[in-house]
């Protein structure tokens, strides 16, 4: 008894009754399937001079295939740049080498900078009259929550109101005023003070600012930085750009913003994420500018110094109101008609929210 595939399709006894009945020609494959059928008989044990009779297998011819289309050969992967930087190893007695593997960056055209003297952009004088209209008719988070507010609180010491403007500051990295308003106020329950933050464990600092971005960063950088000012400082802060960037966690940013909301001291433009957008937007920098550090030294170039501290407050309470980073309500803009990107995004058409006030919040 023959055993049939339990498949219909490579049943060798089904496929010779389909052709036996459709009087079709044994194709390739049914002539090797026959093939594989026959099977040789037992041979017997025979001597040295005699040989084996086996039967013959029939030859099948197959006819070769054309040849496949060559393939382009591909081009050689660079191999990663290796960096061998060591000291010196005449003063160690250490062989040991660390190895930095770079990989090659992409190259880009660099952009070529011609900056021509008395360059300004066009009609900027009259928007910043609207700006400035529209910053009075309609109030922004920034103007009660913002991170210059603690310097005007006259029930702390100086020293101890510096250190809370820093804090802000760190703290208003990529987080909403709201937020950052709500978690000082739960700092300065807790005690803000450099030696307060000492003392208090990362994770009970990161309960109390749990709700800012990056929290655990923050508070690690936060204790860091009040160890560096009881340290270096006597429990105040730098009072120059180079020694506030030297603290944990602070950049360029928050460094201009701290002297002159701390020190009263303007050193430059502070461009966050509004100011950097903005003012690409209307066209304030000569070309698009990639990163907030580039568009203040461009803005520095031609802005005038007097209005180096107000441009910050002005584009940001701006930002956050009318111009916002998407669908703008350029239908409410006065520069809607002098704007070079009206058109260009989308428009919000519902009407402005109401602002959350201070006195509204619960702690």
Same mark, same amino acid.
């Given at each position: 008894?023959?055993?049939?595939?339990?498949?219909?399709?490579?049943?060798?006894?089904?496929?010779?009754?389909?052709?036996?009945?459709?009087?079709?020609?044994?194709t390739?494959?049914?002539?090797?399937?026959?093939?594989?059928?026959?099977?040789?008989?037992?041979?017997?044990?025979?001597?040295?001079?005699?040989k084996?009779?086996?039967?013959?297998?029939?030859?099948?011819k197959?006819?070769?295939?054309?040849?496949?289309?060559e393939?382009?050969? &591909?081009?050689?992967?660079?191999? @990663?740049?290796? #960096?061998? =930087?060591?000291?010196?190893?005449?003063?160690? /007695? +250490?062989?040991q !080498?660390?190895?930095?593997v770079?990989?090659?960056?992409?190259?880009?055209?660099?952009?070529?900078?011609?900056?021509?003297?008395?360059?300004?952009?066009?009609?900027?004088?009259?928007m910043?009259?609207?700006i400035? &209209?529209?910053?009075?008719?309609? @109030?922004?988070? #920034?103007? =009660?929550?913002?991170?210059?507010?603690?310097? /005007? +609180?006259?029930? !702390?010491?100086?020293?101890?109101?510096?250190?809370?403007?820093?804090?802000?500051?760190?703290?208003?990295?990529?987080?909403?005023?709201?937020?950052?308003?709500e978690c000082?106020?739960?700092?300065?329950?807790?005690?803000l003070?450099?030696?307060?933050?000492?003392?208090?464990?990362v994770?009970?600092?990161?309960?109390?600012?749990?709700?800012?971005?990056?929290?655990?960063?923050?508070?690690?950088?936060?204790r860091?930085?009040?160890?560096?000012?009881?340290?270096?400082?006597?429990?105040?802060?730098?009072?120059?750009?180079?020694?506030?960037m030297k603290?944990?966690?602070?950049?360029?940013?928050?460094?201009?913003?701290?002297?002159?909301?701390?020190?009263?001291?303007?050193?430059?433009?502070?461009?966050?994420?509004?100011?950097?957008?903005?003012?690409?937007?209307?066209?304030w920098?000569p070309?698009?500018?990639r990163?907030?550090?580039?568009?203040?030294?461009?803005?520095?170039r031609?802005?005038?110094?007097?209005?180096?501290?107000?441009?910050?407050?002005?584009?940001?309470?701006?930002?956050?109101?009318?111009?916002?980073?998407?669908?703008?309500?350029?239908?409410?803009?006065?520069?809607?008609?002098?704007?070079?990107a009206?058109?260009?995004?989308?428009?919000?058409?519902?009407?402005?929210?109401?602002?959350?006030?201070?006195?509204?919040?619960?702690?």
């Amino acid at each position: 008894m023959v055993c049939e595939s339990k498949s219909p399709y490579f049943s060798p006894k089904k496929t010779r009754n389909f052709v036996k009945q459709s009087g079709l020609k044994a194709t390739l494959l049914q002539k090797a399937i026959q093939a594989r059928e026959v099977t040789p008989e037992p041979v017997a044990s025979t001597s040295v001079n005699e040989k084996a009779s086996v039967p013959s297998v029939p030859q099948i011819k197959i006819e070769p295939l054309d040849d496949p289309p060559e393939k382009k050969p &591909r081009a050689p992967r660079r191999k @990663p740049i290796k #960096v061998e =930087s060591s000291p010196d190893r005449r003063q160690g /007695d +250490d062989p040991q !080498v660390d190895v930095v593997v770079h990989k090659s960056p992409r190259k880009r055209t660099p952009i070529k900078e011609e900056w021509v003297e008395g360059w300004e952009p066009v009609n900027w004088r009259p928007m910043l009259e609207n700006i400035r &209209r529209m910053r009075l008719e309609r @109030p922004a988070p #920034v103007d =009660s929550m913002g991170c210059d507010q603690f310097r /005007d +609180d006259v029930t !702390v010491p100086p020293k101890t109101r510096r250190f809370h403007t820093l804090v802000s500051l760190m703290l208003s990295s990529q987080t909403k005023d709201q937020a950052n308003f709500e978690c000082m106020q739960r700092l300065r329950k807790h005690g803000l003070t450099p030696e307060q933050m000492v003392a208090t464990d990362v994770e009970t600092l990161e309960k109390l600012i749990h709700p800012v971005s990056f929290y655990k960063n923050k508070a690690k950088f936060i204790r860091q930085t009040s160890a560096l000012l009881l340290s270096t400082y006597d429990g105040d802060i730098p009072d120059t750009i180079e020694g506030l960037m030297k603290l944990p966690g602070v950049g360029a940013k928050m460094a201009h913003l701290c002297m002159g909301a701390a020190w009263n001291i303007v050193t430059g433009i502070g461009v966050d994420t509004h100011v950097h957008r903005i003012s690409n937007w209307l066209g304030w920098v000569p070309r698009e500018t990639r990163t907030p550090e580039e568009t203040r030294l461009l803005l520095e170039r031609w802005l005038p110094f007097e209005l180096w501290e107000e441009v910050n407050h002005l584009l940001v309470g701006f930002g956050q109101t009318i111009c916002t980073s998407t669908y703008p309500r350029c239908n409410e803009c006065g520069n809607a008609e002098i704007c070079p990107a009206r058109g260009k995004h989308g428009i919000r058409r519902t009407p402005i929210k109401k602002e959350i006030k201070q006195e509204e919040l619960e702690f």
